[in-house]
């Protein structure tokens, strides 16, 4: 393979049914890199691709201060090349794209391995993933004491828990409880989201309701193929208080356990959230950040 065969197609040119079809039929396929999925969290995306898109990367990209750079979107994990590509793939895909943006700052899916002569740092990350093939039985086996506890508490808080609720309820449940500024930017793009996986059948927002029939607890799950993605959740001081969103993820995985479909908590930094993903006996799947920096120096402080 030679870069000669990697192409820069712009937005315009995109194939969607041709793209689509590689990223379902690859084997590291995910609903970030479906183009109705990019297109939701994206402004604009330009793309790479080797031949009759036997291969694909979307390039997620914006421009600052006349510098165009590949950043990594919103609601967005992961991304990279796709069907899951030889190291050689990989390198060429990777080169060509530090010959477009001197600048990036993007995470590479779980079956693009670091390579050598590439340019950039690879740096590795935490995703978490639970099957969900064996029985309830089985499965709660693997649940940490510490889930088990926070479970007994919430058994005894009469939560109920409503599949189905909808957009707007769950969105002004979000605001109410995460307060920041850029959440008002950001949950246009949520809501783009939740709209179109609704319509396709492909997403639904679980609620876990207080005794005093109150949200006090919600997450939007959303599926491709055989993956359940936890794309995103919100609780309240009081769900806090009651344990609800313990309560929420283990009655999901009571409903489908046994099933072919596996839930993508998606991974944290941050170790309180981590530890709740762990405690229910996810495994962690590595996949990479990755940045290069090829700026010239007197612009090099702006992208640190």
Known sequence: MTNQQIN???????????????????????????????DKVCDRWDALVWGDYQYVMPLTFRKKMGVTYLYQPLFCQQLGVFPTPTKEVLRDFLNEATEL?????????????????AVGLFVPRKNFLLPLGQPYSEIVKNYSSHTKRK???????????????????????????????????????????????????????????????????????????????????????????????YFLIDQFIFENAGSEFMIDFEGS????????????????????????????????????
């Not at 609620?207 to 995103?232: D, H, I, M, W």
């Not at 962690?284 to 700026?295: A, D, I, R, S, T």
Request: charged share 20%.
């Open 8 to 38: 820069r197609i712009p937005f315009e040119e995109i194939d969607a049914d041709k793209w689509d079809n590689c990223i379902a039929k690859s084997p590291n396929a995910l609903v970030y890199a479906q183009s109705w999925y990019l």
């Open 101 to 117: 943006f001197p600048f990036a700052e993007i995470n590479l899916n779980a079956m693009n391995l670091p390579v050598r002569k």
């Open 151 to 245: 479970l007994k508490k919430a058994s005894s808080n009469k939560l109920s828990l409503i599949k189905g609720i909808s957009t707007g309820e769950y969105l002004t449940f979000k605001r109410q409880n995460q307060k920041s500024r850029a959440l008002e930017r950001n949950v246009l793009r949520l809501r783009n989201i939740l709209a179109f996986a609704m319509t396709k059948s492909m997403g639904q927002v679980y609620g876990v309701y207080s005794p005093q029939n109150e949200l006090c607890a919600a997450a939007f799950f959303l599926r491709f193929k055989n993956r359940v993605t936890y794309l995103n959740a919100a609780t309240s001081y009081e769900g806090r208080e009651l344990n609800a969103m």
């Open 269 to 304: 930094v941050i170790p309180g959230v981590a530890r709740l993903y762990e405690g229910f006996g996810a495994t962690p799947e590595v996949y990479h950040h990755l940045k290069w920096n090829k700026l010239p120096i007197w612009l090099r402080w702006l992208k640190k």
